[in-house]
């Protein structure tokens, strides 16, 4: 079984709050946002590999170490994943950045993909799904079919706010896929919003209704 893993450092917890009120503005929002997915993810990057290299100090020649591997690939879903990447790509510079384009059906709350364009060689690579929302867990299952079809073996999903009914979804479809989310909030409602929440996350962060 998977594991959920639930990043609740106190700045996150603090910085989440902000961004759940009704108030907070989309600049803000998106600053957060930024913010907590920088803290986010130093978590999911913990396990990186890392190999020894040699270096030369101002003093003496020595050994340290360096990441691993092919780079990091991080897949924003379309749209309200763009607004954890910038804080992913801040940590991790050399990261391939793909996307995936889905968005809910508002009556069948289905996703439909509309979009996707991802680095090559994904099958050697950790790769990283980041959308801030994990509801019915319909599009964040949808995004891992499309990964796994496109070859890619290492996947881990990064959510801001999930709800119980879309972790246990995922976990039934992708068992091998290890959860990282800042809150697991109460319920879904019956129009498929996360319940406390914060809304609507790709509205909020692009300012759309
Ligand atoms: C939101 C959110 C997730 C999805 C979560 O996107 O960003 O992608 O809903 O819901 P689910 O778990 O029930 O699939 P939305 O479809 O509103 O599209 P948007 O990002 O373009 O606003
Ligand atoms: N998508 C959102 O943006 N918010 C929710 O609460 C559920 C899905």
């Given amino acids: ?22 108030t907070t503005g ?3 929002f998106r600053e ?31 050994k340290s170490k ?6 990091l690939g991080i897949v924003p879903i379309l749209r309200a994943g763009l607004g954890m990447v ?15 384009g889905l968005y809910r059906d508002p009556e069948t709350l289905k996703p439909v993909e509309y ?37 890619a073996k290492n996947i881990k999903l990064v959510n801001l706010v999930a709800a119980p009914e879309g972790i246990a ?5 992708h068992n091998d896929v290890d959860i990282y989310v800042a809150s697991i909030d109460e319920k879904l409602n019956d129009h498929g919003y996360i319940v406390p929440g914060l809304g609507d996350a790709g509205d909020r962060i692009f300012g759309t209704k």
Avoid: W
């Fill in 1 to 22: 079984m998977s594991k959920v893993i639930v990043t609740d450092h106190p700045l996150i917890q603090h910085k989440l709050t902000l961004m759940r009120k009704v």
């Fill in 26 to 28: 989309s600049k803000d």
């Fill in 32 to 62: 957060l946002l930024t913010e907590i997915s920088m803290l986010m993810g130093y978590e999911v990057t913990r396990n990186l590999p890392l190999e020894e290299t040699e270096i030369e100090t101002p003093i003496v020649k020595t």
């Fill in 66 to 71: 360096v990441i691993a591997g092919k780079k």
């Fill in 86 to 100: 910038e804080g992913f790509v801040t940590l991790v510079p050399s990261a391939r950045v793909g996307h995936v």
């Fill in 115 to 151: 979009y996707c364009k991802l680095p090559q060689d994904i099958e050697e690579r950790e790769m990283i799904i980041v959308d801030p929302m994990l509801a019915t867990g319909g599009s964040a299952i949808a995004a891992i079919d499309v990964l796994k079809e496109k070859g």
């Fill in 169 to 173: 979804e995922v976990q039934k479809y």
